[in-house]
T-cell receptor, first 114, second 112 residues
Framework: DTGVSQDPRHKITKRGQNVTFRCDPI?????LYWYRQTLGQGPEFLTY????????KSRLLSDRFSAERPKGSFSTLEIQRTEQGDSAMYLC???FGQGGSPLHFGNGTRLTVT | GQQVMQIPQYQHVQEGEDFTTYCNSS?????IQWYKQRPGGHPVFLIQ?????EVKKQKRLTFQFGEAKKNSSLHITATQTTDVGTYFC????????????FGRGTSLIVHP
């Protein structure tokens, strides 16, 4: 078990640029989640996949955000036309089973939009 | 949508004192999970409660699920400096898609 890995750890970008983050879940985990966390807040749900299917997206998720999990393994989260309000820690988590199982989080990607 | 309240937001204690954080939901829950996030780290799963009135212990930590399955508490006995961090509850609604919704967390600061 090598854990959930995320890349990059940090990303600084200028407003208006596009960014893409990658998450590699624990290999036998079929569920993959993306959360966003800002200072002093708990993780906020963005979207999740069961295998390669994206089953739910938060209603708060702007259409500038898109996520994929093409082969049911790693996932990418892309933010287009970044805004300063997108600055946050983006956390990926994975779990095994149909739902309700504990989440295993990666170290996150910290995004700073200048 | 799912509403989760955690209180208090911050708690300062002297090492050796006890600590309790509370998690309250607006709806009946399927289960509840507790996580700990150390400063600069990521949330790490501690425990899951499923049954009404359930009590689970992990060394100095005691977790309780309310009888109505709408609230939970985490109690730490005789805090140590290693307990420093933010404790989050994550709730899973009954009949839902089992997506954990996190509370705002309680940050525990332990003074030696």
């Amino acid at each position: 078990d090598t854990g959930v890995s995320q890349d990059p750890r940090h990303k600084i970008t200028k407003r208006g640029q596009n960014v893409t983050f990658r998450c590699d879940p624990i290999s036998e985990h079929n569920r993959l989640y993306w959360y966003r966390q800002t200072l002093g807040q708990g993780p906020e749900f963005l979207t999740y996949f069961q295998n390669e299917a994206q089953l739910e997206k938060s209603r708060l998720l702007s259409d500038r955000f898109s996520a994929e999990r093409p082969k049911g393994s790693f996932s990418t989260l892309e933010i287009q036309r970044t805004e300063q309000g997108d600055s946050a820690m983006y956390l990926c988590a994975s779990s095994f089973g149909q739902g309700g199982s504990p989440l295993h989080f990666g170290n996150g990607t910290r995004l700073t939009v200048t | 949508g799912q509403q989760v309240m955690q209180i208090p937001q911050y708690q300062h204690v002297q090492e050796g004192e006890d600590f309790t954080t509370y998690c309250n939901s607006s709806t009946t829950l399927s289960n509840i999970q507790w996580y700990k996030q150390r400063p600069g780290g990521h949330p790490v799963f501690l425990i899951q409660l499923v049954k009404s009135g359930e009590v689970k212990k992990q060394k100095r930590l005691t977790f309780q699920f309310g009888e109505a399955k709408k609230n939970s508490s985490l109690h730490i006995t005789a805090t140590q400096t290693t307990d420093v961090g933010t404790y989050f509850c994550a709730v899973l609604a009954s009949g839902g898609s089992y997506i954990p919704t996190f509370g705002r967390g309680t940050s525990l600061i332990v003074h030696p």
